[in-house]
């Protein structure tokens, strides 16, 4: 019991910490609510962390508060686990303790490294609870409560009634928390709860990730590739392989000589959902050589400006293969700092030393990653992409990624059945909102795009909520008009609904750049297709 004392004190000092820290930026919405959700928490009221009591007693919204209506409470949500995650892998890396908001809910975690280690070779509740599971956050739409929609790993604590707190000072921007001898009992009670209910949602999750990541690992089986062939590398770290969102190991830099390492922390970057690829990298005139066997590769330069530049600051000059230099502004090819743009280059084969040499030429030079591919001669390989946080193979086995390239827009999963949908985890998921994608090819030639629609949420989705008119919108590509005034539901009801369109041309940086302008409520999306013709 002394050492559940213990940790409730370490805990309240990590909130202290955290709020007088700045990382929660000049919202006060964001305080507000880790001030909340955390004073209930420490007081054992968990029952009362519910989106109507968020709103009301943090962020001073009316009683009249209708969550169909306002989405503050999961807008900022969203917002402060973002913030949490980033302040953990940057300046709060080394501390005791580290707070997040589990996927779908609003009850804290608090993760003590005495609690981390290994069991029987297994990791954690913990140790998991700080990777993929947490990062991949997503919001709810058009105002249906997360722990509703959502399939969490982390078991449901909440209650099914709403009850209302007890009055918080939305005004109030840091939270006084005073030891409380008479809540300590119970607080002990609910962190050991908390934690052995936990433990059963990893293994639930662990077992599910490992189904969905499954596909992911087989890539390299795929048309027949072999696992050999593939190249994937972190440019500047020498760490242990990084594993990502799709399951994919990146290796540490074990190929470049040359120029110089370098590594940044506290850079949010936008375009991926793995910045952990941008967070080093190697600068200055450097050679990076990878032997591989015979055949055609396709070869994707991975970069982000982390530096603050403007365009025409930095000229990053490079070749594969001594073929001809390749001279690259990323801010401008990226359109600005700290996002990610990826570069692609087809119909690389090994130099007659069976190695793909990539030689960046001058003393600004700079790559965060490298990966190299197996394709085929003169085709870029598809660009799969299925909006969620896992890969899937489809039925005719073709691997689709999970959701990259994104830039704005939120996730939300459908919670009908898809059993009888053909490949129905393509419509699993959808991104909306405010959102456009800028998919990398390969400079020249034409591609293919398909866009994959479902209805989530209008129609019989929604108990008859809705209909014909209710979401609107238009789709753009490369400047040109793909769909104009575009309605799923009109066009397929509830039904999976494919929007196929040939000849597209990549910008001369060698995008497809796809927009989706609302009219009516928000777009959505569930998957895209990109294949060179």
């Not at 090994?350 to 003169?378: C, K, Q, R, W, Y």
């Amino acid at each position: 019991m002394q050492s559940a004392i213990s940790k409730l004190e370490a805990e309240r000092a990590e909130v202290d910490d955290v709020l007088s820290s700045g990382v929660l930026g000049r919202s006060n919405n964001h305080v507000r609510l880790l001030t909340f959700v955390c004073e209930k928490y420490f007081e054992g009221a968990i029952d009362e962390i519910k989106e109507y009591s968020i709103a009301v007693h943090a962020l001073g919204r009316p009683e009249s508060f209708d969550p169909q209506v306002d989405t503050i409470v999961r807008v900022t949500a969203h917002a402060l686990r973002r913030r949490l995650e980033d302040f953990y892998k940057g300046g709060g890396a080394e501390h005791a303790v580290h707070i997040c908001l589990p996927p779908g809910h609003y009850v804290p975690k608090f993760i003590h490294a005495s609690d981390l280690g290994t069991a029987n070779g297994e990791p954690t509740v913990d140790e998991n609870h700080n990777s993929q599971p947490l990062s991949g956050v997503s919001s709810r739409e058009n105002g249906r409560p997360e722990d509703q929609q959502a399939k969490p790993a982390w078991p449901q604590l909440e209650s099914k009634s709403d009850r209302v707190a007890e009055h918080h000072e939305s005004g109030e921007s840091k939270a006084k928390f005073r030891p409380r001898s008479r809540t300590v009992m119970t607080a002990a009670l609910v962190a050991i709860f908390v934690f052995g209910l936990s433990l059963f949602g990893w293994r639930k999750w662990n077992g599910r990730s490992a189904h969905d990541a499954a596909p992911q690992n087989r890539v390299a089986g795929a048309t027949g590739y072999t696992s050999g062939e593939i190249v994937r590398a972190l440019v500047g770290s020498p760490s242990a392989p990084f594993l990502d969102r799709g399951g994919f190991a990146w290796a540490g830099d074990h190929f470049c000589s040359g120029g110089s390492p370098f590594s940044v922390t506290g850079h949010l970057i936008q375009g991926t959902e793995d910045p952990q690829l941008f967070s080093n990298g190697r600068r200055g005139i450097f050679h990076c050589n990878y032997p591989v066997p015979p055949g055609t590769y396709e070869v994707h330069l991975l970069f982000a400006e982390t530096s603050g530049l403007q365009e025409a600051s930095r000229n990053v000059g490079f070749s594969i293969n001594g073929g001809p230099l390749t001279n690259l502004d990323v801010v401008d090819d990226a359109g600005g700092d700290d996002i990610a743009t990826t570069k692609v280059f087809t119909d690389v084969v090994p130099a007659s030393d069976g190695t793909i040499h990539v030689d960046f030429t001058t003393p600004e030079a700079f790559v965060n990653a490298i990966e190299i591919l197996p394709s085929t001669p003169h085709r870029m390989l598809p660009a799969r992409i299925v909006v969620g946080h896992s890969s899937y193979r489809d039925s005719n086995g073709n691997v689709w990624m999970p959701d990259r390239y994104f830039f704005g827009g939120r996730l939300s999963s459908f919670g009908g059945d898809l059993s009888k949908v053909s490949d129905g985890r393509l419509y699993e998921w959808h991104r909306f909102g405010h959102f456009h994608y800028v998919v990398p090819v390969a400079a020249g030639g034409k591609y293919a795009l398909k866009l994959y629609f479902m209805e989530h949420w209008f129609g019989v989705q929604n108990g008859g909520i809705g209909g014909v008119g209710s979401r609107v919108f238009d789709v753009s590509c490369n400047g040109s008009t793909l769909l104009k005034g575009f309605d799923i539901f009109r066009e397929a009801g509830s039904e999976p609904l494919v929007k196929s369109f040939q000849h597209i041309e990549p910008t001369p940086q060698g995008k497809i750049e796809i927009y989706f302008t609302p009219a009516a409520n928000y777009p959505s999306i569930s998957a895209i297709e990109v294949i060179q013709e």
